[in-house]
């Protein structure tokens, strides 16, 4: 609301309303204590009647805070950061801040670009989602003081507070549990081979199949770029390859609802001929017909506690690392294999 003259109604103007001081209402438009109690609902009438709205960037450059937290994910593309996305900005609308949201499209000189820039946009935190960066690029926010948090970071990074989950584990878990319906010729569509994440599923993966008795055949392994086209095409390859194949453990859910298309336009029925499974568990793995089978990474939990960790400055004590629990999501995308596999030979 502006005034008649068209111009926004001035700090002066609502404490010459209230019957307060200057001071006094700057105190309330920026929720500082040590304020009567009828004063402040004075001073919030006033504001509101006037339709007062206190300058935000003049505050910034008074207390170097910008009351915004700066969320960078590797790609706006894959439905699993949406749900990252709106628990940093379910925390921050709690706290009365803002969100800026960047897609740094898996490339560290892009993602390092935007670093930089939100630390020249004085942002109160930064959240790296899946960062490829190195410590060196955190620099900028070390110098200025700025809080960082890194999910499920590539590499180590001591500058930040980092969440995340055991990949490995929760791939071995997997493993086990399609073992246990009967399936012996597991094959899998891998992620971007060069991420520490797509390393250690793999491995999950590998050490599952040793603990059953059954050698790894690096030929069972596509890549899927993380992507449902990418991993379209390695499925098809690895079905036609590998005939017997029985199941497909996919590394993320994007590229098994692309293993699943790929089955389905082969002829396979899903899961009677042939199980597929993910990892990530977004919205759609619930929704797709058949639903998928998948690991659930709580990323809406970590979205939110990346938030209170930059709100409460905790995240200020870089080098600590939490890691949070996954677990196995049974749907109908798998079930046991369509005949006994035959006993394996050692």
Same mark, same amino acid.
């Given at each position: 609301?502006?005034?008649?003259?068209?111009?926004?109604? +001035?700090? !002066?103007?609502?404490?010459? !309303?209230?019957?307060?001081?200057?001071?006094?209402?700057?105190?309330?438009?920026?929720?500082?204590?040590?304020?009567?109690?009828?004063?402040?609902?004075?001073?919030? #009438?006033?504001?509101? !009647?006037? @339709? /007062?709205?206190?300058?935000? %960037?003049?505050?910034?450059?008074?207390?170097?805070?910008?009351?915004?937290?700066?969320?960078?994910?590797?790609?706006?593309?894959?439905?699993?950061?949406? #749900?990252?996305?709106?628990?940093?900005?379910?925390?921050?609308?709690?706290? @009365? !801040?803002?969100?800026?949201? +960047?897609?740094?499209?898996?490339?560290?000189?892009?993602?390092?670009?935007?670093?930089?820039?939100?630390?020249?946009?004085?942002?109160? @935190?930064?959240?790296?989602?899946?960062?490829?960066?190195?410590?060196?690029?955190?620099?900028? =926010?070390?110098?200025?003081?700025?809080?960082?948090?890194?999910?499920?970071?590539?590499?180590?990074?001591?500058?930040?507070?980092?969440?995340?989950?055991?990949?490995?584990?929760? =791939?071995?878990?997997?493993?086990?549990?399609?073992?246990?319906?009967?399936?012996?010729?597991?094959?899998?569509?891998?992620?971007?081979?060069?991420?520490?994440?797509?390393?250690?599923?793999?491995?999950?993966?590998?050490?599952?199949?040793?603990?059953?008795?059954?050698?790894?055949?690096?030929?069972?392994?596509?890549?899927?770029?993380?992507? /449902?086209?990418?991993?379209?095409?390695?499925?098809?390859?690895?079905?036609?390859?590998?005939?017997?194949? +029985?199941?497909?453990? =996919?590394?993320?859910?994007?590229?098994?609802?692309?293993?699943?298309?790929?089955?389905?336009?082969?002829? %396979?029925?899903?899961?009677?001929?042939?199980?597929?499974?993910?990892?990530?568990?977004?919205?759609?793995?619930?929704?797709?017909?058949?639903?998928?089978?998948?690991?659930?990474?709580?990323?809406?939990?970590?979205?939110?506690?990346?938030?209170?960790?930059?709100?409460?400055?905790?995240?200020?004590?870089? @080098?600590?690392?939490?890691?949070?629990?996954?677990?196995?999501?049974?749907?109908?995308?798998?079930? #046991?294999?369509?005949?006994?596999?035959?006993?394996?030979?050692?």
């Amino acid at each position: 609301m502006t005034t008649l003259s068209g111009r926004h109604p +001035t700090l !002066r103007e609502v404490a010459r !309303r209230a019957r307060v001081s200057i001071k006094t209402v700057s105190r309330v438009a920026n929720g500082e204590p040590n304020v009567a109690g009828g004063t402040r609902a004075r001073v919030l #009438a006033a504001i509101r !009647r006037l @339709g /007062y709205r206190p300058n935000s %960037l003049a505050r910034s450059m008074r207390t170097r805070r910008s009351d915004t937290i700066g969320l960078i994910v590797p790609s706006i593309r894959n439905p699993f950061y949406p #749900a990252i996305a709106r628990g940093v900005e379910d925390v921050a609308r709690e706290h @009365g !801040r803002a969100v800026f949201v +960047t897609s740094a499209d898996r490339e560290p000189g892009k993602e390092q670009h935007y670093i930089a820039l939100l630390v020249d946009k004085r942002v109160d @935190g930064i959240i790296l989602g899946s960062p490829v960066v190195g410590p060196r690029a955190l620099a900028p =926010a070390r110098s200025a003081g700025i809080p960082v948090v890194a999910m499920n970071p590539n590499v180590a990074l001591p500058g930040a507070f980092t969440l995340r989950i055991d990949n490995r584990r929760a =791939a071995i878990e997997m493993m086990r549990f399609l073992l246990s319906l009967g399936h012996r010729e597991i094959s899998h569509v891998d992620g971007v081979p060069s991420l520490d994440r797509c390393r250690e599923r793999l491995a999950g993966y590998r050490i599952g199949l040793e603990e059953a008795g059954i050698a790894f055949d690096r030929d069972r392994v596509e890549i899927g770029d993380f992507d /449902y086209d990418s991993a379209y095409q390695a499925a098809r390859k690895l079905l036609e390859r590998h005939p017997a194949t +029985t199941c497909i453990f =996919a590394g993320n859910d994007l590229m098994a609802l692309g293993t699943m298309a790929a089955g389905l336009d082969l002829g %396979l029925r899903i899961p009677g001929d042939l199980s597929v499974t993910g990892f990530d568990d977004i919205d759609l793995a619930a929704v797709v017909r058949p639903s998928l089978t998948t690991v659930h990474q709580p990323n809406y939990e970590m979205g939110r506690l990346a938030a209170e960790l930059i709100l409460n400055a905790d995240a200020r004590r870089g @080098g600590r690392v939490r890691t949070m629990a996954t677990r196995i999501v049974p749907r109908q995308s798998t079930g #046991a294999p369509r005949a006994p596999a035959p006993p394996h030979t050692h």
